[in-house]
């Protein structure tokens, strides 16, 4: 079973993604918190596999919490579930280390796929937060001028949450192939991993 914290301002979306997780065939849920100081002591204290995390907290900066725990526990995959849709909340949550980014209001049938997709090496997020950050690869391609046309073709799908089988599909080509255009992106890109590429990505100028 997958282990799970949630982090949210609200009792009642704190509940209800108990529940959603402990009727779940793969998920369980092993913490919940109201705030941000209590939910990043719990988190570093009883690591989970993957945080959902607000970002509207009641105390401190939800964006503060994702540094102090990428900091000191970096093998939780963190995802921010919160109603903070505005560019700075966004960019800021990925520049942090945050690997998703969905809606409070996602369906938790949708919440337990994307959980399913992060966990399949994806990097779950809302289909108009995808395009924000493909909006912002588009606009400033003259700033990628080391990367191949396939390889920003791959930097584009994999700011939009795709694996790398999905974007296998995609461009039609294997999954190894993906993996292989991965490794030269991260290295021309001076990065180490998907959200690291995907934050480095964010910080082109508009």
Same mark, same amino acid.
């Given at each position: 079973m997958?282990s799970?914290a949630?982090?949210?301002?609200q009792?009642?979306i704190?509940?209800?993604l108990?529940k959603t997780?402990?009727h779940? &065939?793969y998920f369980? *849920?092993?913490?919940?918190?109201g705030?941000? @100081?209590?939910g990043?002591?719990?988190v570093l +204290? ?7 995390l607000?970002l ?6 939800g964006?503060? *919490?994702?540094?102090?725990i990428?900091r000191q526990?970096?093998s939780?995959?963190?995802v921010?579930?919160?109603r903070m849709?505005?560019? +700075?909340h966004?960019?800021n949550?990925? %520049?942090a280390g945050a690997?998703g980014?969905?809606?409070?209001d ?7 796929k994307?959980l399913? &997709? ?11 937060v995808?395009r924000k950050l493909v909006?912002?690869?588009? !606009?400033?391609?003259i ?5 191949s %046309?396939r +390889? &920003?073709a791959?930097l584009?799908?994999?700011c ?10 995609r461009?039609?080509?294997?999954p ?7 490794? @030269?992106?991260?290295?021309?890109m001076?990065v180490n991993s998907?959200? %690291?590429a995907i934050?480095k990505? !964010? !910080?082109?100028p508009?």
């Open positions: 997958i799970v949630v982090v949210h301002a009792r009642d704190r509940e209800g108990a997780l402990d779940s &065939e369980h *849920c092993i913490g919940l918190y705030d941000g @100081n209590s990043t002591a719990g +204290e009883f690591p989970p596999d993957i945080l959902l607000d509207d907290l009641p105390d401190v900066s964006i503060e *919490c994702i540094r102090q990428r526990s970096p939780v995959d963190i921010i579930f919160t849709m505005d560019d +700075e966004i960019f949550a990925f %520049e690997l980014y969905l809606p409070s996602t369906f938790h049938s949708d919440l337990l994307a399913q &997709e992060l966990r399949d090496g994806g990097a779950p997020m809302a289909p108009f995808a909006s912002s690869l588009q !606009k400033n391609d700033n990628l001028p080391t990367l %046309e +390889e &920003e791959v584009s799908l994999l939009e949450g795709l694996t790398n089988k999905e974007m296998a599909r461009l039609f080509v294997s190894n192939t993906i993996g292989f255009h991965l490794k @030269n992106i991260y290295k021309k001076d998907r959200h %690291e934050a990505a !964010k !910080k082109l508009k």
